[in-house]
Structure formats: structure tokens, C-alpha cells
């Protein structure tokens, strides 16, 4: 009974706060990221394209704005912009939640879960038991109408605890986040699961999908170079990648290690290395090019699959929160990032994944402001009459040795999210110090930094997009991105353009307003 009225209390609690917190844009609801219609979100699953359709689906709770009863939470899109709210996917049942996994098309209908006339799209999900000892085994579901609906394996699980736990020191309990593909050379599925606060993979393989053998573990100690205070891997992605400007491919290996992170917390690293089917091999690690986000809020990362060679593009989106259910939303909670292309390229004597927000963004651009060969000295202030709350922000500057080039948004009487761009020594950087509510978390204000590649600094480019409670930064090429969630009043919406140091001359500057 007691609970009952903790209950209860908290429940009007929110209620009565929902009515007096100050106002703010409909929640702080994003102008053109995803969020759910209501309640959690966590990080995205099963990131697939079905012909003309995008899928994402995403960790969930469909009934509270917090972590709990996790299942597959779905939404559909034809152009990764505008999306439309479907009934979960995999739901919670006989008590067993659905964790992350990820999906992938059985073209030649190896599962048996289809036909040879209808392929099955299959979804690879963590089975949660909090009623048995906190189980996690591996689960499989199908569909058979392009993604539609989904059907549980009847007899799941296809890895069980016992078949987990000779490799796996929790006995079984850390297993999750099932990454599979199939991989032409062997002829075989392979799956790459994370051991939670192991700091290691394990890798299976399948001809069936059902039936799954380990093959080899990958742990931090079998990785040149990989420092030892990233630990905690969770969420692996796993898949081929071009060298831009050569001819060869690598292989690509992507977690969520839960610490380690530049901003400290969670964050997601990429690995190049060789893969026989078997056993992945990682390259040398170089810790400057070893993160994919230098902010705070780039969560459990993954990437979209069978999208045609026609687009040929590997699209990769995160969760933005970090701060599980702290942030002031009440709502709802947790949104997805921009979806951003990833490509590798070297520059100068460094390789680099470079990141950049997928061109369908220019499709609900309208320009607000445009600058073309100025010079910008430290007596001046740019952009001050331009205002606007979701912005796609896109800079390109030489400026002083020593000068600093320092880009407002989301600005307002004591409000302001700085992006700064410091020449002597190539720092890209995101200032949330008085960017809003920063009292939901101790994590939730400070400065975050990247660096760029040297060979990049000749002609500065950056790229920001802001939304009503985010910001994502491009820098250079794309090699250095910072992705914050910032919560400023809604009349904060400001902009401001300045120079200290020294002048800077803007070849280009290009403010959109982002309107879907």
C-alpha cells in the first residue's frame, strides 16, 4: 500500500510540474529529429531499409517515460526525415523483454522462415527475464509482409544461458546486443554479441540462423593500442567500409563502451581491421581517431542495412541522452540523432571516419541568411538579426594563427550554446555552459572538444545543426563531430557570429531554417 501512494504522489507530482515548469516549445519536443509519440526511447535496433522504406526501431517503453518493460518500438520513413508511428514490433511477453539486436534480409531463405518466393526480413533481439535471475539469452523473430509484423521464433531461444555461459564470466547474464549478417565468403550467419562489463565480443556463426556455434572472442588486450579505461562494451555493429580514393575495402567493428568516453560516460568507437568469417583482427589503435562523437549524447550507434549499392551509402544514427530518464522532458524521452553517412578516408598520415548529416536534410532547407567573402574582425558581430530555433548551420572560414571563431545559437538574455573553432591548436569545441537547463545532471553543462585533422585547417568548414533541444557539430571533413543535448527557453533563439584573436575570412556562411 505504501507503494501504491509513492506512487501516486510522484504521479501528481508530474502532473502539477507539467503544468508550472516554465514554458517551453510543446515539451521541448525536436522540430526534425526523431522522438517517440510518448514515453522511452532508448538506442535504435534493427536499422533496415525494406525497397523505398527506412525502418527503425528502438529500444522502448511504451508505457512510462523511463526505463522498463524494454521492447522493439517502431517507426517508418521514405526519406529519413518524416516518420510515421507504428505498434511495437517485438513486445514484451510471458514476461521476457525485447533488448537491442538488429535485422537483416534472408534473401535465400536459409531460416526457413519464409519462402523461396518470400524471403523473411529476420530480427535478432536479447531476450531480458528480470523474474529469473536477470536472463539474457538471444532471440529471433521474422516477418514475412516487407517489415510489417513480426513473428517470435517458436523456439526461442537460439542461444540459451547455458549454451552463453562457458564464455561469458556473468555465467550467461551479460550476453546481449546480437549484431548478425551473413557472410558470403564462408557461406555463413555470423553473430557479434556484447558481454557487458567484460570489455569484450564474442563471435558465433550459423548456417541456419537457429543453431549457433562460438567461434573466438575479441578482447580489449588483443587490440594494439586500446586503452584500458574504455570499458563496458554493449551495442556492436559490424560491416565492409571503403577506403575513399582507393580501391580496397576494411572491415569495420563499432561498440558502445558504457565508460571511457572524451566527455567521460558512454560513447561509441570504431575499429578497422580483417575478418576470415571467424575471427576479427583489429588494426592498431590510435586513440585521436578511435571516437566516432566527441559530445555527450551519441549513444549505442548502428547502422541501417540492406540499403541498395544503387545509394551505396553506410547511414549510421545513435540515441541523443545519456542521462537516462533526468532530462526535463515529461512526455517523453530520448530522440535519435540525425542520421549521418560514415566513409573513412586518410588525411595526411591518419586514417579518420568521417561523418556528415545525410543530404536528405537539403530537401526541407530554407535559406534565412547567406554570407559570401567577408572579412570578420573582432569589433564585429554577425548574424545578429537571424533568429530561429531549428537551424542547419554550414561555415567555411580561413582565420588568424591565432585567432578564435566563435558561432552562438540558441541565444537569449543569459542563454547561449557556444561553437568555437580555436586555429592554434585546430580545437573544435561546444560550450554548454549557459546553454539552458543544465540542472537535470551534473554531466549536463561544460565544454566538450575535438580536434581536427591538421590537413584540414588551411579552409575551416563547420557544420551545425540545431533543433529545439540539441545540437550536432561537423567539423573539417567530418573527423571531429560533437553531438549535446542543450535545453534553452524557447525565446532563446538567437545567433551571433564573432572573432577574437585575430580576423577571419568567411568564404562562405549559410544559415537554413529546418521545417518539416
Not at 526519406?79 to 538488429?102: K, M, N, R, Y
Amino acid at each position: 500500500m505504501i507503494s501504491r501512494r509513492i506512487t501516486v504522489t510522484i504521479k501528481a507530482f508530474s502532473l502539477l510540474w507539467a503544468l508550472v515548469r516554465p514554458a517551453v516549445a510543446d515539451d521541448y519536443r525536436p522540430a526534425f529529429h526523431f522522438c517517440p509519440a510518448e514515453n522511452w526511447m532508448n538506442e535504435p535496433n534493427g536499422l533496415i531499409k525494406i525497397n523505398s522504406t527506412w525502418h527503425l526501431f528502438y529500444q522502448a517503453d511504451p508505457t512510462a517515460n523511463e526505463w522498463g518493460n524494454e521492447c522493439w518500438g517502431h517507426a517508418t520513413s521514405s526519406d529519413l526525415l518524416h516518420w510515421d508511428h507504428l505498434p511495437v514490433a517485438i513486445p514484451v511477453e510471458d514476461g521476457i523483454q525485447s533488448f537491442t539486436g538488429t535485422s537483416y534480409y534472408d534473401s535465400n531463405n536459409t531460416s526457413g522462415l519464409g519462402t523461396s518466393a518470400n524471403p523473411p526480413y529476420l530480427a535478432f533481439f536479447t531476450g531480458y527475464d528480470p523474474a529469473n535471475n536477470g536472463t539474457q539469452d538471444q532471440r529471433l523473430a521474422s516477418s514475412t509482409d516487407l517489415g510489417k509484423t513480426w513473428v517470435k521464433f517458436p523456439d526461442n531461444p537460439i542461444i540459451g544461458i547455458a549454451q552463453e555461459a562457458p564464455h561469458d564470466i556473468s555465467g550467461g547474464l551479460e550476453s546481449r546486443d546480437p549484431k548478425v549478417f551473413f557472410h558470403v565468403p564462408s557461406g555463413k550467419w555470423v553473430m557479434v554479441l556484447g558481454h557487458g562489463g567484460q570489455d569484450k565480443l564474442t563471435f558465433w556463426t550459423s548456417s541456419d540462423t537457429k543453431s549457433w556455434t562460438w567461434v573466438s572472442d575479441l578482447a580489449s588486450s588483443q587490440i594494439q593500442g586500446f586503452p584500458s579505461d574504455i570499458t563496458g562494451w554493449e551495442v556492436p555493429d559490424m560491416f565492409q567500409l571503403p577506403i575513399e580514393g582507393t580501391n580496397e575495402t576494411t572491415w569495420v567493428l563499432i561498440f558502445t563502451p558504457a565508460q571511457g568516453s572524451p566527455p567521460g560516460g558512454n560513447g561509441v568507437v570504431a575499429l578497422t581491421g580483417s575478418f576470415d568469417g571467424k575471427t576479427f583482427v583489429a588494426d592498431p589503435v590510435d586513440p585521436s581517431t578511435l571516437w566516432l562523437d566527441y559530445g555527450r549524447d551519441f549513444d549505442g550507434a548502428l547502422s541501417w542495412e540492406n540499403v541498395p549499392e544503387s545509394d551505396g551509402r553506410r547511414i549510421i544514427a545513435a540515441v541523443m541522452n545519456s542521462y537516462g530518464s533526468s532530462p526535463p522532458t515529461t512526455t517523453w524521452k530520448g530522440l535519435l540523432s540525425f542520421p549521418r553517412t560514415l566513409t573513412l578516408k586518410q588525411i595526411g598520415s591518419k586514417q579518420y571516419f568521417l561523418q556528415q548529416p545525410v543530404t536528405e536534410l537539403s530537401k526541407v532547407d530554407s535559406s534565412l541568411a547567406s554570407i559570401q567573402n567577408q572579412t570578420i574582425t573582432p569589433d564585429q558581430t554577425l548574424l545578429s538579426s537571424v533568429h530561429g530555433t531549428s537551424l542547419d548551420i554550414r561555415v567555411a572560414f580561413h582565420i588568424d594563427s591565432g585567432a578564435t571563431l566563435s558561432l552562438a545559437v540558441r541565444k537569449g538574455g543569459s542563454e547561449q550554446t557556444v561553437i568555437r573553432y580555436s586555429q592554434s591548436n585546430s580545437t573544435l569545441s561546444v560550450d554548454r555552459t549557459a546553454s539552458g537547463d543544465i540542472s537535470y545532471d551534473p554531466a549536463a553543462g561544460g565544454v566538450h572538444s575535438a580536434q581536427l585533422a591538421q590537413d584540414n585547417t588551411e579552409l575551416v568548414h563547420i557544420w551545425a545543426l540545431v533543433d529545439t533541444c540539441s545540437v550536432e557539430v561537423f567539423g573539417g571533413q567530418g573527423e571531429a563531430v560533437i553531438s549535446d543535448l542543450i535545453f534553452p527557453s524557447s525565446t532563446s533563439d538567437g545567433l551571433s557570429l564573432e572573432v577574437t584573436g585575430g580576423t577571419a575570412t568567411l568564404q562562405s556562411v549559410e544559415v537554413y531554417s529546418v521545417s518539416l
